[in-house]
């Protein structure tokens, strides 16, 4: 999650971290960033990463209990001032960890950490979480997708009918160009299907029927061209979510096509 509290008031920020800290609570892994948190919010996080300009890690590790584990740890080192009484652990974590403190300490944080027991104890995890117990099974599932192929079909086809009846101007333009195209090719051949008693007006019934599917097909090719080009990027951001196959998504791209004509 990034930043997940970003534009919210304090109320709406604390249940938006109160139904995270739930969902940890059932056993799954959250990753989030944070900007700003007040002392509640950063009380919902077990480990923090904490990381100055160029993507050096300065801190790594548990919090605790009030952040006592990660205020400790800052404390340890030489010029680090304590923290005040009440003062919010993210705010002051911040401050003393800023180049121009670095500065004024004279010290690398970066250095100091990679030199620390909190970074061997992570590293140590790292190497023992690194491998599978003995006698586990590699993680398998049955199908790449939750849904079957049916049910992917029946989705994209009632998503692709929105995205069809939500453009009017889209809309608008099959059906201008589909009553347009009637009324010349109506006039063109007008009365011509009546007319097969010989090899030269069939031929040319024939045409007509060609001309007719050929001029209405393409013209609406052109007008269908910039709404695929919109759901095309859709298509790959879905795909490559694991949401669907492209088969059933092709299929229910023709589908509402044929549905709509």
């Known amino acids: 999650m ?8 304090a109320r709406a920020a604390a249940i938006v971290m109160r139904t995270v800290r739930n969902t940890v609570d ?41 952040s006592q584990v990660m205020v400790n740890y800052f404390q340890s080192i030489n010029g680090v001032p304590p923290i005040p009484d009440g003062y919010n652990p993210a705010t002051w974590m911040l401050e003393i960890s800023t180049p121009a403190a670095e500065e004024r300490y004279g010290v690398d944080l970066g ?10 104890e992570v590293e140590a995890s790292i190497m023992r979480l690194s491998v599978p117990p003995p006698g586990s099974l590699p993680m398998k599932f049955s199908t790449m997708y939750s849904e079957n192929a049916l049910n992917q079909f029946l989705i994209c086809f009632r998503k ?3 995205v069809y009846w939500r453009n009017p101007p889209y809309n608008a333009v099959r059906i201008y160009f ?10 063109v051949f ?7 008693d010989t090899t030269q007006n069939l031929y040319t019934v024939m045409g007509a029927l060609y001309t007719a599917l050929l001029f209405l097909g393409l013209s609406n090719s052109n007008s ?7 759901e ?14 492209p088969f059933p998504y092709a299929f229910a791209q023709a589908s509402s096509v044929l549905c709509d004509y």
């Open 2 to 9: 990034d930043e997940p509290t970003s534009g919210l008031d």
């Open 26 to 66: 059932t056993g799954r892994t959250v990753v989030c960033t944070i900007h700003q948190p007040s002392i509640e919010i950063f009380e919902s996080f077990d480990e923090l990463l904490l990381m100055k300009l160029g993507g050096q890690v300065i801190y790594g590790g548990k919090l605790g209990k009030y």
């Open 111 to 120: 250095d100091v950490y990679r030199n620390s027991e909190p970074y061997r």
């Open 160 to 162: 692709q009918n929105l």
């Open 178 to 187: 589909t009553i347009l195209c009637s009324l010349i090719l109506g006039t």
């Open 190 to 196: 007008w009365d011509i299907g009546s007319k097969r």
């Open 224 to 230: 269908v061209q910039p709404v695929l080009s919109v």
């Open 232 to 245: 095309r990027t859709v298509f790959y951001r879905e795909r490559a979510a694991g949401m669907y196959s």
